[in-house]
């Protein structure tokens, strides 16, 4: 049984205000009766200095706080509202001063047991020191140029975050792990960890940042059997080894692999309150193949060649799938999904060297934690007359569930009067937060089941192939999941139920998303047209379509996004004297370290850069999603200090600079009870804002390069490579679907057209199964 009591105060709206020596960051919680303030000096040129105030504040203390402050610094223009925020995305430095990214608009797009999620609908880029002590690198060619490089990052796209729940971790995670605040920063799905350490170091906790995720959530209201019920599909992309398809290949020497994405599908019912009765969450992993290969951007090829290095005695591989088992626990069940026979061997050498690697390191392993290696190629699988490729791969996801099973939590929630008036984060594991009408809610999570081990699938560039089998095994999950919730009486759902299209939709939105982060392009979706029933030469012409956007993608922008992901997640730093980040070959082959320098991860020959695009990148590189670079703090603004005080909701300008002469906010004049002056009631009046009293007042691959497409097969009649184990391999399925990039909640109403056609009989190969789930060999179909 998991306890946990909530109801501490989570900051979520802020405001930010300047005088010349300083920036006064004003913070409140959702129910409007904690109010904090951070101080941010301006007068150093190139060092970060933040001081966090102890006192927590009433509404009319932290207004009167700002009012004396106002006054102090009359001479030099006052107090000046700079702009509404709802948290610090982090602290960047580049050549000259530093620089703080905050999130200015906000969408909610989802809640998990009474927690928000939100999206970032705009950010800004704020320069932290006063103008008038900038350095004059602060003007250099080369510091606009690494702004605008960190401002292509576009954060309004596929990031989410939420202020209560530790969205970076599984829910099975939350529930069993105790270990909450600042350290959660430093798990692998956190993207602004490296811009967030500098305040989290100094200030020992998270009170004002948001830990940002990458990926893809969408959460919609479906129904079965006339209940309904909420559905969750979460993809959280990994910041170890990240960036664009061939920049970023295989494994590096810490078992890190590229393209690597944690999904999490969520099922609870609809209840009236925000927490469920029941929740059920199960787990999935796609990856890059462990092992050290990639392949050299071309221009004129766009096929190019997989290279394939050596790894004595697959350390590296080795290292990939304890990082897993450390994870997700045993067993490690891995679905390969790539070709076996090719005329020119390319995804066939990989094949025959990964079920080497599995079949190595499985020596040194016990019987119980042995990996299980499925191959099947699902190319060679989709070509076969009269085979259906979604029901095969339905089958051998219910056999795997078998093994690892999945979560299952029955929540009780009860309400108690005993607030605490301090912030903080989830105070337990498994909290579960509802915070009304200031009351705290404990909530109890007893786990009726938990999953034990993970499918991790991979095809040669874990996305379209991939996209298909880990939608066959979301299916299958869904209805054991809605079995268990006592949603449906039986637990599965057939292909060509209405729910399955349901389920479809969330996948190639999620395909499609993914697809675009690493690859360029949506994804290849052949066999979810053909299931839909879809025309095939107006799927055939959409497929080419994205195979051009692709390869361009590949061949001219992702070097440039590479640039902008190393600078985001601060594996390069700046630094005066040293080559510039653009001046550098490219780092697929080594990571760039902190001090500008690059570090080798595998002895691999370097590849030249070239321009960029893509989409964790704005086209028109447009600061961070439309991000101010600091100057305009300095203009187009009153010299009221209270201002915008009044309605956090409602956009604002940014203000002009001020300077400082700060109260003791141990003051008695803090406590709100004297009166206001006529001077400050007249003040207040002319602003448009009520009384001081007021509680208002302060609201504070068709052609793929890398065989991942449907029409490559016909270049491929050779008999199979030899290879020490007998493996199966697949080609890309490819098909039409929206780009992912639509999380808004509710209910798609798309009506999917099916196939008409009856499902074939599909063999059944348990024994098969059970033979290669008891020895950990390489089971082939």
């Known amino acids: 049984m998991m306890e946990a009591m909530t109801g501490g105060k989570f900051l979520q709206k802020f405001r930010l205000y300047e005088i010349r020596s300083k920036f006064y960051l004003v913070g409140r919680d959702k129910t409007r009766t904690l109010w904090r303030v951070l101080k941010i000096d301006r007068m150093e040129s190139t060092e970060l200095g933040i001081e966090e105030d102890p006192t927590s504040y009433t509404e009319n203390e932290c207004k009167e706080f700002l009012w004396r402050i106002h006054e102090g610094n009359r001479l030099t223009g006052g107090l000046k509202f700079v702009t509404k925020c709802y948290g610090i995305v982090g602290f960047i430095k580049f050549l000259g001063p530093y620089y703080m990214v905050l999130i200015t608009r906000r969408r909610k797009v989802g809640t998990i047991c009474g927690h928000d999620i939100y999206s970032i609908g705009k950010s800004e880029m704020i320069a932290i020191p006063s103008p008038i002590v900038w350095p004059n690198v602060a003007y250099s060619r080369d510091e606009n140029r690494y702004k605008q490089l960190l401002c292509s990052v576009d954060l309004s796209k596929d990031f989410f975050f939420s202020y209560s729940y530790n969205i970076m971790r599984r829910l099975q995670k939350n529930i069993t792990d105790k270990n909450t605040g600042p350290v959660v920063y430093e798990t692998m799905f956190v993207w602004n960890e490296s811009l967030t350490r500098a305040i989290r170091n100094h200030l020992k906790n998270t009170n004002w940042t948001v830990a940002l995720i990458h990926g893809f959530f969408k959460q919609s209201k479906l129904s079965v059997s006339g209940k309904e019920f909420w559905l969750t599909l979460i993809a959280r992309r990994s910041r170890h080894f990240a960036g664009t398809r061939f920049l970023k290949r295989g494994v590096n020497e810490k078992g890190r692999v590229a393209n690597d994405v944690e999904t999490e599908q969520l099922v609870f019912e609809d209840t009236p309150g925000e927490i469920p009765h029941q929740i059920s969450s199960v787990v999935q992993h796609r990856g890059s193949i462990p092992l050290v290969w990639f392949q050299e951007t071309s221009r004129l090829n766009i096929r190019p060649d997989i290279i394939l290095k050596s790894d004595l005695d697959y350390k590296a591989t080795r290292l990939h799938f304890e990082n897993l088992a450390l994870r997700y626990g045993n067993p490690i069940i891995i679905l390969n999904l790539i070709k076996t026979r090719e005329k020119k061997p390319r995804e066939s050498l990989l094949c025959a060297e990964f079920a080497k690697a599995i079949h190595y390191i499985n020596k040194g392993l016990s019987d119980d934690k042995r990996l299980k290696f499925l191959h099947m190629d699902l190319s060679k699988l989709s070509r076969r007359k009269g085979s259906n490729v979604l029901a095969l791969l339905n089958k051998v996801a219910s056999d795997v569930l078998d093994r690892t099973d999945f979560l299952h939590c029955e929540i009780t929630t009860s309400k108690s009067e005993d607030a605490s008036s301090?912030?903080?984060?989830?105070?337990?594991?498994?909290?579960?937060?509802?915070?009304?009408?200031?009351?705290?809610?404990?909530?109890?999570?007893?786990?009726v089941s938990l999953q034990k081990g993970v499918l991790r699938t991979n095809?040669?560039?874990?996305?379209?192939?991939?996209?298909?089998?880990?939608?066959?095994?979301g299916l299958a999950a869904l209805g054991r999941q809605l079995h268990v919730l006592r949603l449906s009486e039986t637990p599965t759902i057939e292909l060509h139920a209405?729910?399955?299209d349901d389920l479809m939709d969330f996948y190639e939105r999620m395909g499609d998303t993914l697809a675009i982060q690493y690859g360029g392009s949506a994804a290849h979706n052949k066999i979810f047209c053909e299931q839909r029933g879809q025309w095939k030469a107006a799927t055939q012409s959409q497929e080419f379509l994205r195979t051009l956007q692709r390869y361009y993608s590949n061949a001219y922008t992702d070097p440039e996004k590479q640039d902008a992901i190393n600078l985001f997640l601060g594996h390069f730093q700046p630094q005066q004297g040293k080559p510039a980040l653009w001046k550098l070959d490219s780092d697929q082959h080594h990571n760039i370290g902190s001090q500008g320098t690059l570090t080798e991860e595998t002895k691999r020959s370097f590849i030249k850069r070239s321009l960029s695009d893509g989409n964790i990148l704005c086209e028109n590189s447009v600061p961070v999603s439309d991000c101010n670079v600091g100057e305009k703090n300095?203009?187009?603004?009153?010299?009221?200090?209270?201002?915008?005080l009044g309605d956090i909701r409602e956009p604002t300008d940014s203000a002009p600079e001020t300077s400082l002469c700060e109260p003791d906010p141990c003051s008695s004049t803090l406590t709100g009870r004297h009166s206001i002056s006529e001077e400050r009631q007249s003040y207040l009046k002319r602003l448009g804002y009520p009384e001081l009293h007021s509680s208002n007042f302060l609201d504070l691959d068709l052609l793929s390069s890398s065989g991942n497409s449907c029409d490559e097969e016909i270049f491929e009649r050779s008999s199979l490579i030899n290879s020490p184990m007998d493996v199966v391999s697949v080609e890309s399925t490819t098909s039409y679907s929206e780009q992912g990039h639509d999380n808004e909640q509710g209910r798609d109403d798309t009506d999917l057209s099916r196939s008409s056609s009856q499902m074939p009989d599909i063999h059944d190969y348990s024994e098969g199964f059970a033979q290669w789930v008891a020895n950990g060999d390489t089971l082939c179909y």
């Open 422 to 447: 301090g912030q903080g984060a989830v105070a337990k594991s498994g909290d579960i937060e509802s915070i009304e009408d200031q009351n705290f809610c404990t909530s109890k999570l007893v786990p």
């Open 459 to 473: 095809c040669i560039d874990c996305l379209d192939r991939t996209n298909v089998a880990q939608f066959a095994c």
């Open 498 to 500: 209405p729910l399955a």
């Open 634 to 644: 300095i203009a187009n603004s009153e010299l009221l200090p209270m201002q915008q």
